[in-house]
């Protein structure tokens, strides 16, 4: 019965690589995002969307590309992998009509590329 | 200039000890404002949202100065189990269109 869910939770993959992490949210939020935390432990949005649509796209590379097949999930597909592409990314979901604004998050998938 | 800045402490303090953190935004846009916790290799979550009249959760205490663009967190009798790091967090523009994590401050509590 977990709220956010990804997978897989840790990846570990070569450069030059493609790979893709999911999400589902089982919360029936209508938001979800993906954001990345770096070594540093600096938390930044990557991409936001509103029923299935793309509201934020922080400047993200091209090689990042969101899939939001319905309301429920949101994949992230990463193309040429690169060594700064290490990272934990969050997923996370929220309901931007309730008027809180809260944000639940994924438990995070590691991502090391060697 | 950072959108959301804190100070990144450590901050260590003994058990029972009152902590407060402080927080300032730079957007003057900003709609709503929250801290979230973090525990060591896990994910952020929600501690409280912070209103303009100031509220209190048990131990925890929120406040916000839209006028300085100031938000503060107030801890009393620190735990051990408070130890984490604290995320102040801003949402800007309406419905949650864009939100800005601070760097988060460490807080160390010890017996």
């Keep these: 019965d977990t709220a956010v869910s990804q997978t897989p939770k ?9 790979k893709s992490i999911k999400c589902e949210q089982n919360l029936g939020h209508d938001t979800m995002y993906w954001y990345k935390q ?3 432990k600096f938390l930044k949005i990557m991409f936001s969307y509103n029923n299935k649509e793309l509201i934020i796209n922080e400047t993200v590379p091209n090689r ?3 899939k939001s097949p319905d309301k429920a ?12 592409d290490s990272a934990v990314y969050f997923c996370a979901s929220g309901s931007r009509g309730s008027g809180t604004d ?3 998050f994924g438990p995070g998938t590691r991502l090391t590329v060697l | 200039r950072k959108e959301v800045e804190q100070d990144p402490g450590p901050f260590n303090v003994p058990e029972g000890a009152t902590v407060a953190f402080n927080c300032t935004y730079s957007n003057s846009a900003s709609q709503s404002f929250f801290w979230y916790r973090q525990d060591c290799r896990k994910e952020p979550k929600l501690l409280m949202s912070v ?3 100031g509220n ?3 131990r925890f205490t929120a406040q916000l100065n839209r006028a300085s663009q100031y938000i503060s967190l107030l801890i009393r009798d620190s735990k051990l189990s408070d130890s984490a790091t604290y995320l102040c967090v801003v949402n800007i523009g309406t419905g949650g269109f864009k939100t800005i994590f601070g760097a988060g401050t460490r807080l160390f509590v010890k017996a």
């Design chain 1, 102 to 104: 809260t944000q639940y």
């Design chain 1, 10 to 18: 840790y990846l570990v993959t070569q450069m030059g690589n493609d």
């Design chain 2, 51 to 53: 209103y303009s009249s």
């Design chain 1, 64 to 66: 990042f590309s969101p």
């Design chain 1, 73 to 84: 999930h949101l994949n992230l597909h990463i193309n040429s992998l690169e060594l700064g």
């Design chain 1, 38 to 40: 770096d070594s540093k």
């Design chain 2, 56 to 58: 209190e959760d048990g």
